[in-house]
């Protein structure tokens, strides 16, 4: 008897999702479900950006950098603007060996601001845990290389991590009228 109703149990619940379909946005619209990824990597994305532009103000601001002579890279590009890629290469090579290998996990990630006659970049950015703000700054010497010439850090204000959505939480925030 207890076998009997275990079967139908089962039987019963099979039907029930065969009948009405899954739950999971996915089974239903697969093409819906995508879109709503895209849109939610777009979404995180820019609360990244927007985290990273607050952090790079606060360091802006600590270190009086004019931002009229800089134009700011990210250090994901392959190419920084106004430079070719083989000095592009040479740059980020200098900025990986004299920051990012001395950054703490959970820092922020450096923004990269190239000063707008090519001949210094500056790399910015902030600690997570002190709000400390790190500046380096490059200059390319005689023989065409790019070459730390100063670092400096200065307490700046406490920025939290990003804090966006999960996706599932835009997924039901996207649906709801």
């Known amino acids: 008897?207890?076998?009997?109703?275990?079967?139908?149990?089962?039987?019963?619940?099979?039907?029930?999702?065969l009948f009405y379909?899954?739950?999971?946005?996915?089974?239903?619209?697969?093409?819906?479900?995508q879109e709503i990824q895209q849109k939610w990597e777009v979404y995180a994305q820019n609360e990244i950006k927007k985290k990273l532009l607050e952090t790079y103000?606060?360091?802006?601001?600590?270190?009086?950098?004019?931002?009229?002579?800089y134009t700011y890279n990210s250090l994901r590009d392959e190419e920084f603007k106004g430079l070719g890629k083989n000095d592009s290469v040479l740059l980020y090579n200098e900025v990986f060996?004299?920051?990012?290998?001395?950054?703490?996990?959970?820092?922020f990630e450096p923004g990269l601001f190239l000063k707008?006659?090519?001949?210094?970049?500056?790399?910015?950015?902030?600690?997570?845990?002190?709000g400390t703000n790190h500046m380096y700054v490059f200059k390319l010497n005689d023989k065409d290389q790019w070459a730390l010439v100063d670092d400096d850090s200065k307490k700046g204000k406490k920025v939290e991590k990003v804090q966006y959505?999960?996706?599932?939480?835009f997924t039901a925030d996207t649906l709801t009228p």
């Open 165 to 169: 959505k999960s996706l599932k939480q």
């Open 116 to 130: 707008n006659d090519l001949s210094e970049a500056v790399v910015l950015y902030k600690e997570l845990e002190s």
């Open 57 to 69: 103000a606060d360091a802006i601001q600590e270190f009086n950098l004019d931002e009229s002579q």
């Open 97 to 107: 060996k004299n920051v990012i290998k001395e950054q703490k996990q959970g820092d």
């Open 21 to 33: 379909g899954y739950s999971n946005l996915e089974a239903k619209d697969p093409h819906a479900a």
């Open 1 to 17: 008897m207890k076998k009997r109703k275990n079967i139908l149990a089962v039987t019963v619940l099979s039907a029930v999702a």
